[in-house]
T-cell receptor, first 117, second 112 residues
Framework: GAVVSQHPSRVICKSGTSVKIECRSL??????MFWYRQFPKKSLMLMAT?????????EQGVEKDKFLINHASLTLSTLTVTSAHPEDSSFYIC?????????????FGPGTRLTVL | GNSVTQMEGPVTLSEEAFLTINCTYT??????LFWYVQYPGEGLQLLLK?????DKGSNKGFEATYRKETTSFHLEKGSVQVSDSAVYFC???????????FGQGTELSVKP
């Protein structure tokens, strides 16, 4: 099946710094990528949807200036958590699909554990 | 809005026991339904799916049937193995926009 990677798998940073997380589709071109956040023992919450070359669409309640998403190529999307605070500590997961329709399969990355001290 | 509710975990079973993880949903229209599995330290993997009422998704001995009348998509396996230990997520996908909405996940632990 299709493979999606994330880097780094784990990051610890100081409060007030910015952190960038990369999501790559390794063997297919991802027209659409999604970013999710998962709290401990909780479900995945969609943060935003990005289409290659376009601005990301953010879900209600997600601060677009805090969680910057860039999808500049068909194989790479980045999520930058700006001025991170301890409450931003979470597990961030991306997914990618080849097309833009609801029938396309989403392939998930392994996730990035962010800890803000 | 659309939502997914699944049974709380953790669920602990002995090897070869029968597994049921309940999942119900609330949705307008006709969503597609999914079960994803997350093994320790790994990303989510699609386990099975069903795209319309009465469809049965199956994979690796797991099955789930899309029941529109009861708005349910319960996951079953006749005989679990230790290697099935993981967190299982039920999800629906809206036809408009393609957004995936997940349940809270059910942790399954299978003991030898």
């Amino acid at each position: 099946g299709a493979v999606v990677s994330q880097h780094p798998s784990r990051v610890i940073c100081k409060s007030g710094t910015s952190v960038k997380i990369e999501c790559r589709s390794l063997d297919f071109q991802a027209t659409t990528m999604f970013w999710y956040r998962q709290f401990p023992k909780k479900s995945l919450m969609l943060m935003a949807t990005s289409n290659e070359g376009s601005k990301a669409t953010y879900e209600q309640g997600v601060e677009k200036d805090k969680f910057l998403i860039n999808h500049a190529s068909l194989t790479l999307s980045t999520l930058t958590v700006t001025s991170a605070h301890p409450e931003d500590s979470s597990f961030y997961i991306c997914s990618a699909q080849e097309g833009t329709t609801s029938t396309d399969t989403q392939y998930f990355g392994p996730g990035t554990r962010l800890t803000v001290l | 809005g659309n939502s997914v509710t699944q049974m709380e975990g953790p669920v602990t079973l002995s090897e070869e026991a029968f597994l049921t993880i309940n999942c119900t949903y609330t949705a307008t229209g006709y969503p597609s339904l999914f079960w994803y599995v997350q093994y320790p330290g790994e990303g989510l993997q699609l386990l099975l799916k069903a795209t319309k009422a009465d469809d049965k998704g199956s994979n690796k001995g797991f099955e789930a049937t899309y029941r529109k009348e009861t708005t349910s998509f319960h996951l079953e396996k006749g005989s679990v193995q230790v290697s099935d230990s993981a967190v299982y997520f039920c999800a629906l996908r809206e036809n408009q926009g393609g957004k995936l909405i997940f349940g809270q996940g059910t942790e399954l632990s299978v003991k030898p």
